[in-house]
């Protein structure tokens, strides 16, 4: 049999009461603290015994001081086998003996300083999740622009979108603690006593949440990172292999094609687009750029077909525009504008982006780009 246990405490600060309670649960099933970090405690077998559990903030006095009251509180039957962070923890087993403060003053004063720390510590925290949750809205407004369906699907993966929701939910944590705090505070004042019960089941329920939520956290701001550099990849436009969704520039303009100087693709996937492809072509003063979208749901296709087609028109003012009605295409625009050729198409779940310079009409391949779309769906 294990002599020696880790236990998830109940930790609230602000409810001394629960971990007074909680304490004396433990003891009562043999259980004795040895040691206290964050969120878990250590315990010791013992003898079950019935005794009290008093917290006693740290208070700020020399080692001779301390020392000497110590020593008072163990003549009166009060014993402190571990020490929290913040507070001595003392057991007494004899009901006879006192208190550790037996006049509602003395306890006040003993509390004020540590409660005001706890009050500082949740607002502060309470603050600096409000300005980084009102940065990382600000950071994202300026990078998408007008373009948050590009963003959402591009972008915030869905690692990133545990990590955004995570700070909602610290926010609530440190506010249902700040308000606790000051609840307690106000007791004291009112009443000039604690008390020396409390929910420590919910309160520890609550640290669970706190501790899973913590981890979700980490692991999925870790994922955000790495993601995009393991799924992302190049490859050799000329070289043989998988099928591209795109019409090649020789294709396009055979006299440009045939001197092709520079060419490049980038595949990389996320959870809202399992396939998202850039090639780039370009042969003196032609360039092609092509960008193709597989989307996981066709509602986020037609979103994003005009946002593209939005920014599309706004980056070429002049060109003239056509929306045309054809089969293969569930919704398809055209641009010309002397030597250069915008096109814009969705079908079902599938994006598709032509941006040509140098070529000033793609309207001879639309049955080509049909064919992409229904190829990679």
């Given at each position: 049999m294990k002599q020696t246990r880790r236990f998830l405490m109940p930790v609230e600060g602000w409810d001394p009461g629960a971990m007074e309670e909680w304490?004396?649960?433990?003891?009562?099933?043999?259980?004795?603290?040895?040691?206290?970090?964050?969120?878990?405690?250590?315990?010791?077998?013992?003898?079950?015994?019935?005794?009290?559990?008093?917290?006693?903030?740290?208070?700020?006095?020399?080692?001779?001081?301390?020392?000497?009251r110590k020593e008072l509180y163990e003549d009166l039957g009060w014993t402190s086998p571990a020490d929290m962070t913040d507070y001595l923890v003392w057991y007494c087993a004899d009901p006879d003996a006192p208190e550790l403060y037996t006049d509602p003053e003395s306890l006040f004063w003993a509390w004020k300083k540590q409660l005001c720390r706890d009050r500082w510590n949740a607002g502060g925290t309470l603050v600096?999740?409000?300005?980084?949750?009102?940065a990382a809205m600000a950071v994202l407004m300026w990078s998408a622009g007008r373009n948050w369906v590009d963003l959402l699907v591009h972008y915030l993966d869905l690692p990133w979108l545990f990590v955004l929701a995570a700070v909602p939910f610290f926010l609530c944590m440190m506010a249902l603690r700040?308000?606790?705090?000051?609840?307690?505070?106000?007791?004291?004042?009112?009443?000039?006593?604690?008390?020396?019960?409390?929910?420590?089941?919910?309160?520890?329920?609550?640290?669970?949440?706190?501790?899973?939520?913590?981890?979700?956290f980490l692991v999925m701001l870790v994922l955000a990172v790495l993601l995009p550099k393991v799924t992302a990849r190049s490859i050799d436009l000329d070289a043989p292999g998988e099928p591209l969704p795109c019409v090649s520039l020789s294709a396009l303009d055979a006299a440009a094609g045939s001197g092709a100087e520079r060419s490049s693709v980038q595949i990389k996937s996320t959870f809202l687009a399992p396939e998202y492809v850039q090639i780039m072509e370009s042969a003196g003063e032609v360039r092609v750029n092509t960008r193709f979208d597989r989307l996981r749901f066709a509602s986020l296709a037609r979103a994003l077909y005009g946002e593209q087609l939005a920014y599309a028109r706004k980056s070429n003012p002049r060109g003239a525009w056509s929306v045309l009605d054809r089969p293969g295409f569930d919704r398809l625009a055209l641009m010309t504008e002397e030597d250069r050729s915008v096109l814009v198409a969705c079908r079902d779940r599938t994006v598709l982006y032509v941006y040509a310079d140098g070529i000033d009409d793609l309207s001879a391949h639309l049955d080509d780009y049909a064919a992409i779309l229904e190829e990679f769906q």
């Open positions: 304490l004396v649960y433990q003891a009562a099933r043999g259980w004795m603290p040895v040691s206290f970090g964050v969120w878990y405690a250590k315990f010791r077998r013992s003898q079950p015994r019935t005794c009290r559990a008093r917290l006693e903030p740290l208070r700020e006095e020399d080692n001779q001081a301390q020392a000497a600096l999740l409000g300005i980084q949750m009102l700040l308000r606790g705090t000051i609840r307690t505070g106000r007791r004291l004042k009112r009443d000039g006593t604690l008390p020396h019960t409390g929910p420590w089941r919910k309160n520890r329920r609550r640290t669970a949440l706190l501790v899973g939520g913590t981890w979700i």
